[in-house]
């Protein structure tokens, strides 16, 4: 998981990381080979991956528990706020930790789900 960098070629994203500086690299997609600047910030990156991941555990675990648990506010904000690390991930271009993609996906099934069964309670109540 390191730098987001386009191919000049294919304009697809490709993933490089520390040791790429400098190289001469081939695209994943169509081959052709492209020269990777020295410049590239991937101290930045890899502290940022460090803190994705740190909320990326946290955010699994409180999803996880929210939907095991029936809470239907704690499975939202779980969404919103995995949905926002993903989004400064992207912006940032690096790639998404895969503990906050899968917080986004367990979270926002537990609060699909927890949302029919509230709102079938309410129906019934009525």
Not at 38 to 50: I, M, P
Request: charged share 20%; net charge negative.
């Amino acid at each position: 998981m390191g730098l987001l960098y386009r191919c000049s070629a294919c304009d697809k994203e490709m993933v490089l990381e520390s040791y790429h500086q400098g190289r001469v690299v081939p695209c994943p997609w169509c081959g052709a080979n492209e020269d990777v600047p020295n410049q590239l910030d991937f101290q930045t990156v890899y502290a940022e991956r460090a803190g994705d991941e740190s909320r990326g555990r946290l955010l699994l675990a409180i999803s996880v528990a929210s939907l095991l648990l029936g809470c239907l506010p704690a499975a939202a904000i779980v969404w919103w706020m995995a949905s926002g690390r993903i989004g400064r991930a992207r912006e940032d271009q690096r790639e998404a930790d895969p503990l906050l993609l899968n917080a986004r996906v367990i979270a926002g099934v537990g609060t699909v789900i927890h949302a029919l069964l509230w709102g079938g309670v309410a129906v019934t109540q009525f």
